[in-house]
């Protein structure tokens, strides 16, 4: 079978599910009798291994197997495993993360288990036998007499023996296919492999009592349409015997029955598959085929501005009503495409756990991580870039943050130290932050290093303040570190971390209290692909400005303009604000000609003022990225296509504190 058509989903399902064991994995040692968690294992573990076996990957398959086996160790003691266990299990988990990525590469799997097979194998130990049967199938538990009565409702009572291939590559699989199918003829009373359970089958007999008025042959015809069926029996039990045969099994219980409320929990999944399916509530979609439906969602966007001009000049009866029910539909399917972009920031979220879990030990660091706000939801290119730059600043609070054990003890606060990532919504924007509650930013500190490296002078080193010390640390080359390490400290997390934020359109800061704790922030737009702006013209060309960082527009006429240090100064009743020529700070190089009004925006933790020459309204655009040369050179972070066919900038208002747009007195 040719199954180079299903590599990219076995891909991104593997990469899931090494994700969600991960996360699975930390979680049961924190929680070790979280039984919930304990089958969640057994069923991503099985599905690993089945997906793995079924595209020819046996190594791979062969490593899931013996995973499995250390899995089951869950199930037959209390109190989790040993720690020594979960860190083989995540070595291994690593290496089949490795594995997906030389798959994806190189279409081989780059893996040799043996090392690691030979360890799992040194924690497990013997099966029991109801573990045994359940993996191997075996003869099916008898209903019990009240089961048959209040489940049979008068039709005949049938066992029935299914047999697959010797070479089956999913058992479990088929297993709970033909118990489905069997669930469509009749209601399952009992079944071996229970169907709870079918998920740990790997024999090749599943048999199965059910009640059901369908004829023998459309019971056999059910089940061997099922792929790897070799073949089923049907024979009808009469009423005595399936009482004698009760009554031999209460006398003597065979070791691996199944207790009444397993016996009836399969027979309730039985009757819920013959009472109907769910249809499917999810399609995976590649993610190039969203961008080019938000492509085409733009160039709407864009046509019907267009038309909306045309439509505003004619006289057509109907014209305008018309126009009405085309933009009110539109923006009903402009928001439908948003929100299929839109997931969860949980799809980053999910690596913290390990990756807390592993820097604590190499620390000596005992921490609490606590999430919040996984359900939040972020356009899919932004959480794609998010990631990195989090990770940056998780390791820098464990590393830098957080005290140790005795440190903590010593200032007074509780040994384990707390870690809180969060997300929440804000209006347009989705703001992130990463906090702890460790020894905080240090002024002092903070300004000798800054001396050191000679980012700011001794006289400058005196007049730091807290906020002043946080801006600090994203300085280029700036670290508090008294060593490097494989950890931090080489003076280039924070630097990249607002890079990385701010092509995103986005901005992180640092709030910190010396010896209660630091907070990063991270302020997101919810997506980079359309946004609202407010489109205004500098000497005849057209720049948008992102209307989320608009405060108000002036007329310079009604307001005062004052000269102070050389610089003009937008004088307002209630504040004072530096005035930045629209030419200039745009990236044009000349002052503007003409300059008639103002629009006021937030840069980073400033408010200042951009003179341009016409306010022009509130446009929806699509925006598009630059050439590095362009974006680098001006105070803009990407460009739109109007409805007239031009190209207007877009203000990358945080850029604006570092350009030379000040207007001169």
């Not at 599910?17 to 294992?41: C, F, G, K, M, S």
């Not at 130990?125 to 199938?137: A, D, L």
């Not at 039709?155 to 669930?183: F, H, K, Q, W």
């Amino acid at each position: 079978m040719d199954v180079s058509e299903y590599m990219p989903m076995f891909l991104a399902e593997a990469r899931e599910h090494l994700q969600e064991l991960n996360l699975a994995v930390v979680r049961i040692e924190e929680t070790p009798d979280d039984q919930e968690t304990v089958n969640e294992i057994f069923r991503i573990a099985h599905s690993m291994k089945g997906m793995s076996a079924t595209m020819g990957f046996e190594r791979m398959a062969a490593l899931t197997h013996k995973m499995e086996d250390v899995f089951e160790l869950l199930r037959q003691r209390s109190g989790g495993l040993p720690r020594e266990a979960i860190d083989v299990l995540l070595k291994c988990l690593d290496t089949l993360e490795a594995t997906v990525d030389a798959i994806e590469e190189t279409g081989a799997e780059d893996l040799d288990p043996t090392e690691l097979i030979e360890q799992l194998t040194g924690l497990v130990r013997e099966r029991t036998t109801e573990q045994e049967v359940h993996r191997s199938g075996g003869p099916a538990p008898v209903p019990p007499p009240e089961v048959v009565a209040e489940r049979a409702g008068g039709r005949r009572i049938v066992r029935v023996v299914v047999e697959l291939t010797e070479d089956c590559a999913m058992p479990s699989v088929r297993a709970y296919m033909v118990l489905n199918a069997l669930g469509e003829q009749g209601t399952v009373l009992s079944s071996a492999p229970a169907i709870e359970k079918v998920d740990a089958f790997e024999g090749r007999t599943i048999e199965a009592w059910l009640a059901a008025e369908a004829h023998d042959e459309e019971i056999v015809e059910a089940a061997q349409r099922i792929a790897d069926v070799t073949g089923a029996q049907v024979a009808e039990i009469s009423q005595e015997t399936l009482d004698a045969a009760a009554e031999q099994q209460r006398e003597h219980p065979p070791a691996a029955a199944s207790g009444p409320g397993e016996r009836q929990g399969a027979a309730a999944a039985g009757a819920a598959a013959h009472n109907g399916h769910k249809g499917t509530t999810s399609v995976r979609v590649d993610a190039s085929r969203l961008d080019q439906l938000m492509h085409y969602m733009g160039e709407l966007v864009v046509h019907r501005t267009h038309v909306e001009s045309l439509a505003s000049q004619a006289e057509v009866p109907g014209l305008q009503q018309a126009m009405a029910d085309l933009a009110r539909a539109s923006q009903a399917l402009q928001a439908m495409v948003m929100q299929v972009r839109m997931i969860p920031v949980e799809a980053v979220f999910l690596r913290f756990p390990r990756l807390v879990r592993d820097l604590s030990a190499k620390l000596g660091k005992q921490v609490e991580l606590k999430l919040v706000g996984q359900d939040t939801e972020l356009d899919r290119t932004v959480v794609d870039a998010l990631g990195d730059p989090l990770v940056h600043l998780v390791r820098n609070g464990l590393d830098h943050g957080l005290e140790t054990p005795e440190e903590r003890l010593a200032a007074g606060k509780p040994e384990t130290g707390l870690l809180e990532i969060s997300a929440a919504h804000a209006g347009g924007n989705v703001v992130i932050s990463v906090r702890d509650d460790g020894r905080g930013i240090d002024p002092e500190k903070v300004a000798a290093k800054a001396v050191e490296k000679g980012i700011i002078t001794p006289e400058q080193a005196e007049s730091i303040d807290q906020a002043r010390a946080a801006e600090l640390l994203f300085a280029p080359g700036f670290s508090t570190a008294e060593r490097t390490s494989d950890i931090s400290g080489r003076g280039v997390g924070m630097d990249a971390v607002r890079t990385v934020i701010r092509e995103l359109g986005g901005d992180v800061t640092f709030v910190s209290e010396k010896g209660v704790g630091t907070t990063a922030q991270i302020r997101l737009p919810l997506t980079l692909a359309i946004m609202s702006a407010l489109l205004v013209e500098v000497d005849g060309l057209p720049y948008a400005i992102p209307l989320e960082r608009v405060q108000r527009t002036v007329r310079l006429e009604d307001h005062v303009v004052r000269s102070v240090a050389g610089s003009r100064m937008l004088v307002m009743r209630e504040e004072v604000y530096p005035l930045l020529d629209g030419g200039e700070a745009l990236g044009r190089g000349l002052p503007a000609s003409d300059t008639d009004h103002a629009v006021i925006v937030t840069s980073g933790d400033r408010t200042m003022a951009i003179a341009v020459s016409k306010l022009v309204g509130q446009r929806e655009l699509v925006t598009r990225p630059l050439p590095s040369d362009v974006s680098d050179s001006a105070a803009v972070s990407g460009g739109a296509v109007l409805s007239s066919g031009e190209i207007a900038l877009i203000v990358d208002c945080d850029a604006l504190t570092t350009t030379t747009g000040l207007i001169a007195a």
